[in-house]
């Protein structure tokens, strides 16, 4: 059974930055490739990167290119998402999410799913 644990959200202000983790256990971390998404209330849940299971190609959103980073440590089975300039549209709850094959931008596509974690942006 693979388990993903989230963790490192909390309540930051407007310009700050945030790192977040996703722990990986239960199987050879180095098989899946990861992602990273985050839901909003009252909103779909959005992709926001993705990272290939050698860490050797990253995909991400758009309007996030510049701002977020994705990395992943196999040594350590887990997967980092770096926030810089965080904005208050931003807040949202954060989920990672493993596939052994896909990584990209269709949360459907994954297999595993951590609980999330939460991230508050202050104007």
């Known amino acids: 059974q693979v388990q993903l644990v989230e963790s490192g959200g909390k309540l930051v202000q407007a310009g700050g930055s945030l790192r977040l983790s996703c722990a990986v256990s239960?199987?050879?971390?180095?098989?899946?490739?990861m992602g990273w998404f985050r839901q909003a209330p009252g909103k779909e849940r959005e992709f926001v990167a993705a990272i290939t299971r050698s860490g050797g190609s990253t995909y991400y959103a758009d309007s996030l290119k510049g701002r977020f980073t994705i990395s992943r440590g196999n040594a350590v089975n887990t997967v980092y998402l770096q926030m810089n300039s965080l904005k208050p549209e931003d807040t949202a709850d954060y989920y990672c999410?493993?596939?052994?094959?896909?990584?990209?931008?269709?949360?459907?596509?994954?297999?595993?799913w951590g609980q999330g974690t939460q991230v508050t942006v202050s104007s």
């Open positions: 239960g199987h050879t971390f180095s098989s899946y490739a």
């Open positions: 999410a493993a596939d052994t094959v896909y990584a990209g931008n269709s949360y459907l596509r994954y297999t595993y």
